[in-house]
């Protein structure tokens, strides 16, 4: 019986890959318009956005086929989309049509970009911030210190010249907006600044049925065929979850609710030798939308290791293969300072803490009233997660597990 509700299960989401392969050929905004989820300004520049983030974690990941990988790509989002306010009109396209606001015709895109970040409250759990600095003895623009303030939170900065403050304002900067969770972003600052993008984000979630800490037990994560670590693994029995299989990926997806208006998706194999870049290329907004909206409800036996994952990398090179090359080179940032200008660091920290803790205890089930056996679900191989905010969508955290030993490490 347990074979016949995965697969009776799975038929949502096959049918889900179908339908995907079929609307291929219709445009992305076309598609859009016929989900009334994306009438919605908010919900279609969140989509944007979050379409910028799978890109950008798709192009890390391939960089870095063996390690762990974990960020927030709507930090940098937010600040590349600050920086454009101060571009000349061919620049501003190419950062428009990377964060695919080409697609979106919203002529308060800006405005709409300060709503979309006011759904972040201290709720989610979620501390994030975004900065622009700037070379020293910079003459900026007025309009653009405004606007950038107006609509993204944060005035620009100027760096001095002085490596000590500038050191010291910069990690007090992050440290206060993070609540204290992210200390000392910079070990130094980067040479040659010309435009340095800033993107830091910490999250502490809570789950919506809490853990038991006494059924936390080390179990086996089986890294590849031959190789395995030891890690504590979360368990529960009866755990009310949302559950899936996709055929085209080979992939059993659960997706769990946290307090604040949050959840999470995992993304787990078949088999623990099976390479994760297939999966990795067909993410985009509208097919994790699509399955969120096709798994089904049920109880599972399931288990997770313990997260707490750091991490921290310059992003420049990663940013340039998005098609952002000219950004580096001779792009149009006249509406920032009358100086040349050009993007030369982008430099991200994010950090997520998920153990037992959670609102409340998982809802008793009496065995007596089974009808079939409980599925399992252990994430005890490697896996993609991807966190969202489940009114619009939006992509906060998206991480590759493939050894949950090396999670603290750049």
Known sequence: MQTYLVFLLAGALFSLTSSQDAAEEVSTAQVEEEDPFYKNPINRLASS?????????????????????????????????????????????????????????????????????????????????????????????????TQLEKFYGNKPRVVTGSVRADLQEANDFVQKQTGGKIQKFFKEIPPNVSILL?????????????????????????????????VAMMTAKNMPVRYGLDSEFNCKIVQ????????????????????LTQLEEGLT??????????????????????????????????????????????????????????????????ALELNEDGAENPPQIDARTRHHYPLEYHLDHPFIFVLRANDNGALLFIGKVLDPKGLARK
């Open 198 to 230: 800033l993107g830091a984000a910490y999250f502490k979630g809570q789950w919506a049925h809490k853990f038991n800490p006494r059924e936390t037990v080390q179990r086996e994560f089986y890294i590849d065929e031959q190789n395995s670590v030891s």
């Open 49 to 145: 956005v979050s379409n910028f983030g799978y890109d950008l974690y798709r192009m890390q990941a391939s960089k870095y086929p063996s390690r762990n990988i974990f960020m927030s790509p709507l930090t940098i989002a937010t600040a590349l989309s600050g920086v454009s306010l101060g571009a000349g009109q061919k620049t501003e396209s190419v950062i428009q049509r990377a964060l695919y606001y080409d697609l979106l015709n919203d002529p308060e895109l800006h405005a709409t970009y300060k709503d979309l970040l006011a759904t972040f409250g201290s709720d989610k759990g979620l501390k994030s911030t975004s900065r622009v600095f700037l070379e020293r003895k910079l003459r900026l623009r007025m309009e653009f210190v």
């Open 285 to 350: 907004s509208e097919f994790v939308h699509d399955i969120d909206q096709a798994l089904q409800s049920v109880s599972i036996t399931l288990s997770i290791p313990k997260l707490k994952v750091e991490y921290e990398d310059n992003l420049g090179s990663t940013v340039q293969d998005l098609k952002l090359q000219s950004l580096f080179s001779t792009p149009d940032f006249s509406k920032i300072s009358s100086k040349s200008l050009k993007l030369t660091h982008v430099v991200h920290k994010a």
């Open 256 to 275: 769990l609710p946290l307090t604040g208006g949050v959840s999470i998706m995992f993304f787990l194999p078949l088999t623990n030798n099976q390479n």
